[in-house]
């Protein structure tokens, strides 16, 4: 299969494996443009979201109004999280953010 076939192959799945394989086949140059165009991507404001399903374990203050949160999750397992804003009086993540609170959070990828 031809580098951009297997591109195209992890676009449409987002799977981890389809993305190694990509990389197992396309040269360095070509991965470095993908990840450049990328960045340009994020750039503009499009940034991609991650829906999961789980259960906060975990929270703690952070800065002023905002909240750390440890998510243990179906698909990605035990991850944190920063709910921006959180502690401010009428947040609506405010709720959202309460210890053993079971629901589907819509996360933006980071480190």
């Known amino acids: 299969m031809e580098y951009q076939e297997q591109w195209e192959q ?5 799977k981890v494996a389809d993305y190694l394989a990509y990389c197992r086949e396309t040269p ?3 991965i470095w443009s993908a990840q ?8 503009q404001g499009m940034r991609e979201t991650i829906t999961v399903t789980g259960m906060i374990l975990q929270t703690s203050p952070l800065k002023e109004y905002d909240r750390r949160v ?4 179906k698909e ?6 920063f709910a921006q804003g959180a502690r401010r009086p009428n ?5 959202c953010t309460i210890l053993f609170t079971f629901g589907t959070f819509t996360l933006y990828p980071g480190r």
């Open 10 to 14: 992890f676009e449409e799945t987002g």
């Open 28 to 30: 360095a140059r070509k």
């Open 36 to 43: 450049k165009m990328e960045y340009h991507r994020r750039e």
């Open 70 to 73: 440890e998510i243990l999750t």
């Open 76 to 81: 990605l397992g035990r991850i944190s999280a």
């Open 91 to 95: 947040s609506a993540l405010s709720a």
